[in-house]
């Protein structure tokens, strides 16, 4: 299923065919040199996009992606030599190998298989580490790699130069593989697994919360963006004739990550723009490289021209446009925006499982501090639960907890009879439980329509997730919106779409943390009324966390007071009011009853994961 309007994608990936067509056909008539830059400049273009696929989507720069075209170079190469070459140089391959004499198309097919089946094992790995460390997992990828070729000499043979391979790519094989990668990234880009990735990328916490697996669409993205390296480098291998381990370390990693950062990790677009940017300067600087004459004036060898030149070229992007010449959207995605709001007749369906959720015993510690101390609930679909404490009693924490977010130190939850410790936030979020942010976690880049409809993709069957996200905008009203990005609303209007999100994830039980928080009186009066609408008519069970007293007690049925990370009271909103343990406690002993405000609340960021 694709997440973009199949109108724009049609016309995107036409754009992108007939651009690779028509440089073809200029370079074709432009001589024997302009074919031999055009080649290498799409198979250098299949390589960007392929590190595209998965640096750009999810956000995690590789280092390691030349691995992958090494192995494809490799392995199509051992397929397409002649059997008489293996013979005189390699004289120590397996018998099968030596005698395999394939055609380009074919090995390019093997060297696809191989290469995944390496990505896959390596990709289990990586996949366990985040950020930085694995950027750096990735560094060591490369060196491994280029050190298991150098010392397998008798497959590769060694550091040497491996030669005698049939020069078969031409222009056109290059055109026409550079047209099936650009599509294919295309398309997995506004893929169901694409979208599900970009908003891990913008935010991993939120994206596990509406139901996105991270660490298995980061494996489905490593994989498909290795098969297209290793297409990238049986092109190269065949289109070279003669390549060494060299051709895949640092200095081509160097090149080619300059691309997709000079145009843009993001898009598709980004990689056409920075590949076409560093070939055009490299190109250009190459010719200047051996020293030229001004006049009189002779300007002397510069060694390593091309590489400054990049390099400032880099510089330029981060200072001027961090995100990359083409920005964060496809170039079609700028021109063709969708016209307003589209009415929908769609609605949220009613929970039909009123499973409690039951949690006993919840304690979270962090180092000596306990945050929350053996605290029992029990929450029921149908219901509204206020959580009230003072700043720093524990709220958030014991929302966290029962999110899945944090792990408690001690304590155990189910919902009906599935236990929740353990699991992952994104199956909590798939059996039901959805939730808010205190500090708005959004995903900011992406639409107000993809924030939502990630959430009803990651959650429900799928195929009625449009529908559902549809109706979630319209419940909040901020469906007018869908089309902006989400990270450009006010406070007030972010808070809604977050509640919408969570809703498009179907849930019985959705907790909101802080929801009125950046809200006026009328929008507050305004979210109370939506909220009561989720419980009465959809039967929803909500857990609310907030400061406002008046808010907490016109909407809730019952309340549960936490302080110092004890639960000291619950009960019915009257009930509450009048204990004195929550008075002395919660609002002070000088206030009076009725005194709808906490005095001095400052909301705090500290524990947002
Ligand atoms: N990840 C963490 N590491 C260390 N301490 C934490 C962490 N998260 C929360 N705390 C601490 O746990 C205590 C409870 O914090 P929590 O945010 O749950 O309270 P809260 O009731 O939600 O507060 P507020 O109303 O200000 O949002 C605080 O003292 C806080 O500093």
Redesign the pocket.
């Known amino acids: 299923m694709l997440t973009a309007s199949p109108r724009n994608m049609a016309i995107a990936l036409a754009a992108a065919a007939a651009f690779v067509i028509v440089a073809a056909l200029v370079a074709s008539g432009l001589g024997a040199a302009s074919e031999r830059v055009l080649s290498v400049f799409f198979i250098s273009l299949i390589a960007v996009v392929g590190i595209g696929i998965y640096s750009g989507n999810s956000g995690v720069l590789s280092f390691g992606h030349l691995s992958f075209m090494a192995v494809g170079a490799y392995v199509s190469a051992l397929l397409t030599l002649p059997a008489a070459m293996k013979a005189a140089t390699l004289p120590k391959l397996p018998a099968w190998l030596a005698a395999t004499e394939l055609g380009l198309f074919p090995a390019i097919l093997v060297a696809i298989v191989v290469t995944c089946a390496f990505a896959l094992v390596v990709g289990l790995a990586v996949g366990r580490l985040d950020g930085s460390a694995a950027t750096i997992a990735t560094l060591g990828l490369l060196i491994i790699t280029h050190g298991v070729i150098i010392g397998w000499r008798d497959v590769t043979r060694g550091s040497g130069t491996f030669f005698g391979v049939p020069r078969e790519t031409s222009l056109w094989v290059a055109a026409g593989w550079c047209i099936a990668a650009l599509v294919v990234a295309r398309l997995y880009r506004d893929s169901v697994s694409g979208l599900r990735l970009r908003a891990s990328r913008e935010n991993a916490i939120a994206a596990g919360a509406v139901g996105v697996d991270m660490k298995r669409e980061r494996l489905i993205s490593w994989i498909l963006s290795a098969a297209v390296m290793a297409v990238s480098g049986a092109l190269i291998a065949h289109f070279l004739g003669a390549f060494s381990p060299k051709k895949f370390y640092f200095v081509d990693t160097f090149q080619l990550l300059a691309m997709l950062i000079v145009g843009g990790m993001t898009t598709v677009t980004g990689a056409v723009t920075g590949a076409v940017t560093i070939t055009v300067v490299t190109e250009v600087l190459r010719r200047f490289e051996s020293g030229f004459d001004i006049g009189a004036f002779t300007v002397p060898q510069v060694f390593g021209t091309t590489q400054i030149g990049i390099a400032l070229i880099i510089l330029f992007a981060m200072f001027r446009k961090a995100e990359g010449l083409a920005g964060l959207k496809e170039w079609e995605e700028r021109v063709f925006t969708r016209r307003g709001a589209e009415k929908t007749a769609a609605t949220l369906p009613a929970v039909s499982d009123r499973s409690a959720l039951t949690a006993e015993h919840m304690t979270m510690r962090?180092?000596g501090?306990t945050?929350?101390n053996d605290v029992s609930v029990t929450l029921r679909p149908g219901e509204i639960v206020g959580l009230i404490?003072?700043?720093?009693?524990?709220?958030?924490?014991?929302l966290n907890m029962l999110s899945g977010v944090l792990e408690p130190t001690e304590g155990t939850s189910r919902l009906g009879e599935t236990k929740l410790d353990g699991l992952p936030t994104h199956r909590i979020a798939e059996l039901g439980i959805a939730r808010t942010f205190?500090n708005i976690r959004l995903f900011p880049s992406l639409t107000v329509e993809q924030n939502v409809l990630v959430a009803g993709l990651s959650t429900g069957s799928g195929e009625d997730a449009r529908a559902r996200a549809e109706a979630a905008l319209a419940r909040l009203g901020v469906a007018g919106h869908a089309d902006k990005d989400a990270g450009t609303f006010s406070y007030g209007d972010q808070r809604r779409i977050e509640i919408a999100r969570a809703l498009a994830c179907q849930p019985k039980l959705l907790f909101l943390d802080e929801p009125a928080a950046g809200m006026n009186r009328e929008e507050t009066d305004a979210l109370m009324e939506t909220l009561r609408g989720l419980t009465r008519e959809l039967g929803i069970g909500i857990l609310l966390?907030d400061?406002d007293l008046k808010l907490i007690n016109s909407l809730c049925d019952r309340i549960l007071v936490?302080n110092e990370?004890r639960l000291i009271a619950s009960g019915a909103p009257a009930e509450i009011r009048r204990d004195p343990a929550v008075i002395e406690a919660y609002l002070g002993t000088s206030q009076t009853q009725d005194d709808p405000a906490e005095p001095g609340?400052?909301?705090?960021e500290?524990?947002d994961?």
């Open positions: 962090f180092g501090l945050a929350v404490g003072p700043n720093g009693s524990g709220k958030t924490t014991l205190q966390v400061h936490l990370g609340h400052q909301p705090t500290e524990n994961p």
